[in-house]
T-cell receptor, first 113, second 113 residues
Framework: GEDVEQSLFLSVREGDSSVINCTYTDSSSTYLYWYKQEPGAGLQLLTYIFSNMDMKQDQRLTVLLNKKDKHLSLRIADTQTGDSAIYFCAEGFRSGGSYIPTFGRGTSLIVHP | DAGVTQSPTHLIKTRGQQVTLRCSPKSGHDTVSWYQQALGQGPQFIFQYYEEEERQRGNFPDRFSGHQFPNYSSELNVNALLLGDSALYLC????????????FGPGTRLTVL
């Protein structure tokens, strides 16, 4: 995970937008992912973006990719208390016929009323 | 349609012992990947199995080994356990290259005393 960096904590008020940022170092990355992990649970893939895209929107989620700066962000609109979780950024590149994601340490999102 | 299942949920072992963790992939998936997630860290890739063979391997010692069965289920074996092996072990399944969708199980929490 040392090649993918994220801030460790983010606190927002319910109803506000959350923006979680991530930087990565491998320019050969093909896919960039956002995963969500709730306490005691496995990882849930939220969304992913191909490296030749700038933006992807999926309901309340917007992913922005700045390939020049190797910067990826996840915006959650109208954040709810149920969005409280750890969010992992991951970069994936093709290796031996498959895409193996390399994860950051995760950003703990705390949503308070 | 059952998702990825793992057993056991929790496990306590002592140093030097051996452990076997099990994973059943999501229905229709043929590829299984294993990850180690230490406390406060992102998941680290251990290895991936496809067609009953290890296809990719991360930076883990030979004490970590695995197996995939004809029904695509998989086992992770760890020999000569160290205190540092204490972690959440996650299994993820995917289809073929798995470039966009890896489905994670809830994990097995291993504690080494």
């Amino acid at each position: 995970g040392e090649d993918v960096e994220q801030s460790l904590f983010l606190s927002v008020r319910e109803g506000d937008s959350s923006v979680i940022n991530c930087t990565y170092t491998d320019s050969s990355s093909t896919y960039l992912y956002w995963y969500k992990q709730e306490p005691g649970a496995g990882l849930q893939l939220l969304t992913y973006i191909f490296s030749n895209m700038d933006m992807k929107q999926d309901q309340r989620l917007t992913v922005l990719l700045n390939k020049k700066d190797k910067h990826l962000s996840l915006r959650i609109a109208d954040t709810q208390t149920g969005d409280s979780a750890i969010y992992f950024c991951a970069e994936g590149f093709r290796s031996g016929g498959s895409y193996i994601p390399t994860f950051g340490r995760g950003t703990s999102l705390i949503v308070h009323p | 349609d059952a998702g990825v299942t793992q057993s056991p949920t929790h496990l306590i072992k002592t140093r030097g012992q051996q452990v076997t963790l099990r994973c059943s992939p999501k229905s229709g998936h043929d590829t299984v990947s294993w990850y180690q997630q230490a406390l406060g860290q992102g998941p680290q890739f251990i290895f991936q199995y496809y067609e009953e063979e290890e296809r990719q391997r991360g930076n883990f010692p030979d004490r970590f080994s695995g197996h995939q069965f004809p029904n695509y289920s998989s086992e992770l074996n760890v020999n000569a356990l160290l205190l540092g092996d204490s972690a959440l072990y996650l299994c993820a399944s995917s289809l073929g290259s798995g470039r966009d969708t890896q489905y994670f199980g809830p994990g097995t929490r291993l504690t080494v005393l």
